[in-house]
């Protein structure tokens, strides 16, 4: 390791209005190069909670954890709320890992990636799915040629009804949408990543049948992306794994190449738990934790001052494909997008 | 009854044997008694087996049968029901229906006005897992369908010789061919269908040597599906997948997870290693078997079978929009057709 690197990384989370924030804490905890030193939430009683829950600092201002002379910050505040948060931190020349989707438009997107450049401060998007080790050997298989030419993929990221996490995930204006919002950004990445192609092309269908009684966005959607080069993916996002299903949901692709398939299941890696108190069989993941690994990438970028693995130009890319899959919803034809 | 079949490849071949199953229970035995084929060497072994006899021509044999049942490759279909139907015979024809919308509705005006059943052979729907999904859905097990999804994946169809399923012309290729039993099982358990959006490997790359499509209906009623179809796999693989999900519960299957036999044999009796054996999943009877029964009653009894003329025009409807769609780009739009009655 670079001898002139610090001993300890300082992090600061901030908000807890994203579940994920929680994990996060265990997440940076099991890093010994890493060095919480507090968190910050404008809901005071909740950052409160969770702090003592966790035993960490609590701030009573994102300003003053800033003040605090974090090395970077992570941002788990509502998908519309990350803007202001970004710019504060940026303008504090603090490192940046923020929560997916990075905003919920097009311009909040642009102004957040700018203003980082502006200020020399790394913004990394929370695409952890780029960690997954299943993900990780076949894109290593993949750029090895070991399938050749890749012709289209079949994918979905479904999963229940988020509100069990958080209200605001349904919130039209907090959240920017429904499941288009929650469930584009992951696919559209990982393909990106993939191929290494931006997004052309998006069509896409909406309907709001699932817990339709309960929400006021969209809780189905099919989408079409198309790649530069050709290649097309279709994405499930929907709503559609009720809350009695054994798991939250999933994340799965065929990859069809000139020499066949492959079908990947990202979250597959499951023990098939049966208890008397569930009256049900629940799924128990025992694969890779790959918020962990991204988590890692977000530091070790910060020592080695380097751009992180994934960006925030690539948190700008996804939401540009899916607010292309809500324009194409409305319209009912495919939305060019290069 | 007496029976002639056309086209003694191996759908008609299959349908034989569903004949030879049919009647009983109280109901006289159907007669297989022509076979319709190109030369007599091909019909052969199955005039032997089932002691019919060959026809060069569907012309020759119709003045010996009560019911015509068409098996030969769909771009004949058009012909043979028109010959049948002028003749008044009772008609079942193999799916896809025809291989244009034009030709479909014909047909389908045809029999009706000879007055003859149009029995189309969408043999999904006789099968026990897709019948049985759909029996929930019909009994609101699930609440109302938000979205469907359908997979049917193989390796690109063989033939020794004349291989027309590889012909466009003929087939359609692999989103009619293929993938019209998941759009006839979609609008069977969601509805009439309103947009389809289409996407297929062979538009982009003639040249691949495999195929895959991917269709997005969106039926009347709001409801989404997504179809895909693979000729894309290592032979012998033959894997169908559904996931129906509603309002109120999903159901999945998946024809992988469900065999209950899985061969792991390192050695066949003369010592070889055999070919990778497919997992089974026998059931009692034959779906063919339960489809070519059902029909019988219907034709013997008039009463109603699960599906109608205007089902094998509508899923003819679909296919059509979806290679319009891939060679498109953009989504179609389907009409209304008289034919397609409620």
Known sequence: MNPQLPAKTRIGILSFAHHHGEAYIHNLRSLPQVDLIGVADDDLARGQRIANLHGAVFFPSYEELLAARPDGVVICTENSRHRPLVELAAAAGVNILCEKPLATTLEDAQVMVEVCDRHGVLLMTAFPMRFSAPLKIVKASLDAGEFGQVYCFNATNQGELPTKHRKWFVDPELAGGGAFMDHTVHLVDIIRWFLDKEVTEVYAQANHIFHAAEVEVETGGLEMVTFQGGVFASIDCSWCRPPYWPTWGGLTFEMVTERGAVVVDAFRQNLVVYRQSWQRAAWSYWGSDSNQAMIEEFIQAIREQRPPLVTGVDGLRAVEATLAAYRSAHSGLPVTIR | ?342
């Open chain 2, 1 to 342: 009854m007496r029976v002639g079949i056309v086209g003694v490849g191996f759908m008609g071949t299959t349908h034989a044997a569903g004949w030879a199953a049919a009647g009983g229970d109280g109901l006289p035995k159907p007669e297989l008694v022509g076979l319709v084929a190109e030369t007599v060497e091909e019909a052969g072994p199955l005039a032997t087996q089932t002691g019919a006899r060959i026809y060069p021509r569907l012309a020759d044999m119709l003045p010996e049968v009560d019911v015509v049942d068409v098996c030969t490759p769909t771009h004949l279909h058009h012909e043979m029901v028109l010959q049948a139907a002028a003749a008044g015979k009772q008609i079942i024809c193999e799916k896809p229906l025809a291989r244009t919308v034009t030709e479909a509705r014909q047909m389908v005006q045809a029999c009706r006005a000879a007055g003859v059943h149009l029995l189309v052979a969408h043999v999904v729907r006789f099968f026990p897992e897709y019948a049985l999904a759909k029996a929930a859905v019909a009994e609101d097990q699930i609440g109302r369908l938000g979205v469907l999804r359908l997979h049917r994946g193989s390796y690109r169809p063989k033939k020794p010789v004349g291989n027309w399923f590889l012909d466009e012309s003929k087939s359609g290729g692999i989103l009619m061919d293929l993938m019209i039993h998941d759009y006839d099982y979609a609008r069977w358990i969601a509805g009439d269908v309103q947009t389809v959006y289409a996407r297929r490997v062979s538009t982009h790359h003639p040249q691949a040597s495999i195929d895959y499509g991917l269709v997005i209906l969106t039926h009347k009623n709001g409801a989404l599906s997504h179809i895909a179809g693979a000729w894309a796999y290592p032979p012998p693989t033959f894997r169908t997948r559904f996931e129906i999900a509603g309002d109120a519960g999903l159901i999945e299957f998946d024809s992988d997870a469900t065999a209950p036999i899985q061969n792991l044999i390192l050695r066949d009796r003369e010592g070889s290693a055999p070919d990778v054996a497919l997992p089974a999943s026998p059931v009692s009877e034959s779906p063919y078997t339960t489809q070519i029964k059902e029909f019988y009653i219907c034709l013997m009894e008039g009463r109603p079978c699960r599906i109608t003329a205007s089902d094998g025009l509508a899923a003819v409807q679909i296919a059509e929009a979806a290679i319009q769609s891939a060679a498109s780009g953009q989504p179609v739009q389907l009409e209304t057709l008289p034919e397609v009655l409620p």
